[in-house]
């Protein structure tokens, strides 16, 4: 046969693990005697090896793909890789959600010259108290972690649900032609013309028409209880309807020029005109003993939101200022100026006291956040378009914004991470108008194409991770 030395050349040139182990047999100073090469697993700390494994290539572009081929998710990845451990290395895993709190913590630092697999004597296998005749042909602990429950996977579709023709929707972006009230009903200003839409029954009716005084619809907004809706005009009034009896109640004049921007508050109705002014009315008493003028605004005012407690009114305006006002003073009590472009998109938000968003238009194109308890700025994004509307979602903290230039797109935003949900698109305008329907699921968005589209973008559910604050005063009020 072959000499010693013949063979262990060839043995090293051969196989780069046979290499591997005669390095280490020259490096020890006790000598071992082997007759054959046994691979023998069972004394090896699996686990610093498993963890020194490169994954830098996780990441990658290729791998993204494969999972969004394959449907894989990081839980998806993350459970896989706990089975793995369970069988192979008997890390006795049962949950993942654990594994996932543990996995930055437990960093392993390969020694030196380490390979994964060693060649030596087998020695008796530990099975750790695991029933040799079970059916399953994984551990115990590997059956409790497929078995530990898993959040089912939130989709969003990127199709509308429903899409209805909305013709003459006026291609605005200081105008606000669509809300939805509480009762399930739209309310779509169109021209000369204020149309509702019955979101059970699917049936059109026409409440009003301004033609006959050469009028255009400007503005239109629900109240609260959703059987009032008011209407502003391009001359300047806004007039009051009850929708059961389908007449006019009352009309309002005071302003000058066109009525963009209504919001209600019980039975007081706030307006904004393009002559600068914020008029509020009580819509049950006589016009001159309810009037209240707010005067800041040095252009249009495009955007007015009473806050969840009805404490404070948000305005923005053609000027790029927010102005927030509350119900005893009519001079402003907080100014904030950072926005590039007009302010017409501002929501409040209904889990977080005090918090106001609000988005600028193409000069801008941020979403800003604010702390109105304090006054302070916090968090901005740049959306990289003209921000035209915001929402916030009635049951978990995320809000959906619509965009015009460039993009037309609409994005679903989770807060505080300011990360993207979904990104939407479809419109072929800038969309301009958006509303949230009463049971906060869906929203509808117009825009100039002269379309009204329905997308289900929020979850029905309340987030398990958010609680109410007993700080705030006015939650337990009935």
């Not at 280490?24 to 082997?34: F, G, H, I, V």
């Not at 700390?45 to 894989?72: H, L």
């Not at 505080?416 to 509303?435: F, I, N, W």
Request: hydrophobic fraction near 30%; glycine fraction near 6%; proline fraction near 4%.
């Amino acid at each position: 046969m072959f000499s010693p030395e013949y063979e262990k050349r060839i043995l090293k040139h051969c196989s780069p693990v046979a290499r591997n182990l005669f390095d280490n047999l020259e490096t020890s100073t006790t000598p071992t005697s082997l007759d054959r090469f046994i691979p023998c697993r069972a004394n090896n700390n699996w686990q610093t090896n498993f963890a020194s494994i490169n994954k830098s290539n996780d990441n990658s572009p290729q791998t993204s793909k494969k999972q969004r081929d394959c449907g894989e998710t990081a839980r998806d990845s993350l459970a896989y890789s706990c089975l793995l451990k369970n069988e192979l290395l008997g890390s006795a895993i049962d949950d993942v959600k654990t594994a996932g709190e543990e996995r930055n913590e437990n960093a392993y630092t390969p020694a030196a010259k380490r390979s994964l697999f060693k060649y030596q004597s087998p020695t008796k296998q530990d099975y750790n108290g695991e029933c040799p005749y079970s059916l399953s042909p994984v551990s115990a602990k590997s059956q409790k972690l497929l078995r530990s429950p898993r959040k089912a996977t939130r989709k969003i579709s990127r199709i509308p649900f429903k899409v209805l023709d909305a013709p003459e929707l006026q291609d605005d972006f200081y105008l606000n032609l669509v809300d939805w009230s509480s009762q399930n009903v739209l309310a779509v200003g169109l021209g000369s013309c204020v149309y509702l839409w019955s979101a059970c029954t699917s049936q059109v009716t026409r409440l009003c028409d301004l033609s006959p005084d050469a009028n255009t619809v400007t503005s239109v907004s629900w109240n609260e209880r959703g059987n009032t809706v008011a209407v502003g005009t391009h001359h300047g009034y806004v007039t009051v309807w009850d929708v059961a009896a389908n007449k006019q109640i009352n009309k309002l004049n005071g302003h000058s020029a066109r009525v963009g921007a209504l919001a209600w508050n019980s039975d007081i109705l706030s307006s904004g005109s393009r002559d600068r002014w914020i008029i509020q009315r009580d819509t049950r008493t006589p016009q001159q003993q309810s009037e209240r003028r707010l005067a800041g605004h040095r252009q249009e005012v495009c955007g007015l939101k009473w806050s969840p407690d009805n404490q404070y009114l948000a305005s923005g305006g053609n000027d790029n200022r927010l102005y927030v006002w509350n119900q005893h003073s009519v001079n402003p009590v907080q100014s904030y100026t950072e926005h590039m472009a007009a302010v017409k998109a501002i929501a409040w938000s209904p889990h977080h006291h005090g918090l106001l968003a609000s988005g600028g238009g193409t000069a801008d194109r941020c979403i800003r956040f604010w702390n109105t308890l304090t006054g302070q700025p916090m968090q901005c994004v740049d959306t990289g378009s003209q921000v035209c509307n915001l929402a916030w979602s009635k049951h978990s903290s995320e809000l959906v914004s619509t965009h015009g230039y460039s993009q037309n797109q609409i994005l679903v935003w989770k807060y505080p991470s300011l990360t993207q949900v979904a990104k939407l698109t479809g419109h072929s305008y800038r969309v301009l108008y958006l509303a949230l329907s009463p049971d906060g699921e869906a929203i509808v968005t117009g825009a100039g194409d002269e379309t009204l589209r329905f997308w289900n973008v929020f979850s029905k559910a309340r987030s398990q991770k958010e609680n109410k604050s007993v700080l705030n005063l006015f939650a337990n009020i009935r």
